[in-house]
């Protein structure tokens, strides 16, 4: 009921930026979180950052103060600026986006695809 595409990915060199956006269709109105996650080859997939419709954010420890999380509501599009980029942040970069039942709570996850993101030394 929900896609997810992602965008921006690509190579910098460290210490570059890059923004990566994610565009959300079809029930997107049962949204109730977004977040960006990534797994490099050999690692566990890890939480980035996150945001809700209340647009309070959380980040990764590792990020804070790097990566900004933010929402466009009118686009349905939530974007990850990241700055100051490390060889170690290269990775797959995954958009999720958490949907809830009202009635029962129960949560259910859409995955978007990916993009790369490389940053070299």
């Not at 959300?24 to 690692?43: E, H, L, N, V």
Request: hydrophobic letters at 30%; proline letters at 2%.
């Amino acid at each position: 009921q929900v896609q997810l595409v992602e965008s921006g990915g690509g190579s910098v060199q460290a210490g570059g930026s890059l923004r990566l956006s994610c565009a959300a269709s079809g029930s997107t109105s049962s949204i109730d979180a977004m977040g960006w996650y990534r797994q490099a080859p050999g690692k566990q997939r890890e939480l980035v950052a996150v945001i809700t419709n209340g647009s309070n954010t959380n980040y990764a420890d590792s990020v804070k103060g790097r990566f900004t999380i933010s929402r466009d509501n009118a686009k349905n599009t939530v974007y990850l600026q990241m700055n100051s980029l490390k060889p170690e942040e290269t990775a797959v970069y995954y958009c999720k986006a958490r949907v809830v039942l009202d009635t029962t709570g129960i949560q259910y996850n859409y995955w978007g695809q990916g993009t790369q993101v490389t940053v070299s030394s």
